[in-house]
């Protein structure tokens, strides 16, 4: 019971989130209605291979937008950061999020997070499930790795 709980309050939180801005292809005042089956996932450009996205609004590869992403059972991902502010809500698995030189913490169905530019961080799914997550940034979406010494 828990469980269907965190995780509709997830999508609850995701929808709040993407409600700032219309759905991609949505005309002004007009509802947009998405079943999951409907939606269409690709692979997320300049992430790591594995890494699948949904477009929800606008457009991740230029500006601000809101997608779903998803992330493989036991996907890894080391040390970067972004570029734009981005908030997200885990819908399902277990996110594991590493903030630089602190403990890695879990993140479960329901879970929220918000990175501002620049923060420093690694990034996981636990190997039990796939993990699929809310993504709303303010920004061009990128990947920043630290140069190699």
């Known amino acids: 019971m828990l469980r269907k709980w ?25 509802a947009v209605v998405w079943p999951a089956g409907d939606l269409k996932w690709t692979d997320a450009p300049n992430a790591p291979p594995g890494v699948k996205q949904a477009v929800l609004w606008g457009d991740p590869a230029t500006g601000a937008s809101g997608t779903l992403q998803k992330f493989p059972p036991g996907f890894t991902s080391a040390l970067h950061w972004h570029s734009a502010n981005l908030r997200m809500v885990v819908v399902s698995g277990t996110v594991i999020h590493g903030p630089e030189g602190k403990p890695e913490v879990r993140l479960s169905a329901g879970s929220y997070l918000s990175e501002p530019a620049g923060y420093k961080h690694t990034t996981a799914c636990d190997k039990a499930s796939e993990c699929v997550f809310f993504m709303e940034g303010d920004g ?4 920043v790795w630290p140069a190699k010494k």
């Open 6 to 30: 965190a995780v509709a309050m997830g999508i609850a939180i995701a929808v709040i989130l993407a409600s700032a801005e219309p759905a991609r292809g949505a005309e002004a005042g007009k």
């Open 140 to 143: 061009k979406f990128d990947i």
